[in-house]
């Protein structure tokens, strides 16, 4: 459990973790800015998820680098944790590997997209007010991509956003569940790391048409950040907002 103050009057949030390169980044800070009180499930360092979400209020699954399909126990475990939170109406929401695990849990399919999709992207939301809810007044986002995977939307969801190189970038269960192909919980310092990091897996798909070079993505991180996290802090708000009360 982190130390940020408690003052919220929702029981814990569980944040799912499958990489270690993966953190929570701005999600934990904004957890943190609102006293909500969170648990940091590592799978990637050990940590075994629960067989159920009894005394927790919302849940968020991150990305990795792994595919959804893999073989990994974490992975359908998380998926188990997706169907039980989709029965008791505890609010999931997932950034990229996390938005496929959610579809596959929700009887769709994950398979690899016609193009990657690294670096900053523009994103178009549907005009619709589902996603006026989730999305405030924004209809076209630049945000962070890095997948070469996408999702179906499970045939109880609604699709609400799209790019040229991903036609479902998001689905959302009502008011209740947002599955996301993108990541908005990246900071700057997590971008860094992923590109000190990968920079060689860039190079290589150099060429791609949405795909950025390392020092575009570390130019579109300047420009781009602070609108990503305005869209960020409307997204976790509403996703917050319907977490089980304590």
């Not at 927790?56 to 939170?85: I, S, T, W, Y």
Request: proline residues 5%; contains cysteine.
């Amino acid at each position: 459990m982190t130390t940020a103050p408690t003052h919220s009057n929702r029981l814990p949030a569980l944040v799912i973790q499958f990489a270690g390169d993966d953190q929570p980044a701005y999600l934990g800070a904004w957890l943190d800015r609102i006293g909500q009180p969170w648990q940091l499930a590592d799978t990637d360092n050990g940590f075994v998820l629960p067989a159920t979400l009894d005394g927790f209020g919302g849940v968020a699954l991150l990305g990795g680098v792994m595919g959804a399909n893999d073989d990994l126990p974490a992975l359908r475990q998380a998926e188990a944790l997706v169907r039980d939170a989709y029965a008791k109406g505890i609010p999931v929401i997932g950034h990229c590997l996390g938005g496929q695990l959610m579809a596959r849990a929700l009887g769709a399919t994950v398979s690899q997209g016609k193009t990657p999709e690294i670096g900053w992207t523009p994103v178009v939301m549907n005009e619709m007010p589902l996603a006026q809810y989730w999305f405030g007044d924004v209809t076209e986002a630049h945000v962070m991509q890095w997948h070469y995977d996408t999702f179906a939307i499970p045939e109880i969801a609604t699709r609400l956003a799209a790019s040229a190189g991903c036609a479902n970038q998001v689905f959302a269960l009502g008011e209740l569940h947002l599955a996301m192909q993108f990541h908005v919980e990246v900071d700057p310092a997590k971008i860094a790391a992923w590109l000190q990091a990968s920079a060689a897996e860039v190079i290589a798909e150099a060429g791609q048409p949405f795909v950025q070079n390392v020092g575009q993505i570390h130019a579109s991180t300047r420009h781009c950040i602070e609108a990503s996290q305005r869209l960020a802090d409307h997204i976790y708000q509403r996703w917050h907002s319907r977490f089980v009360l304590a």
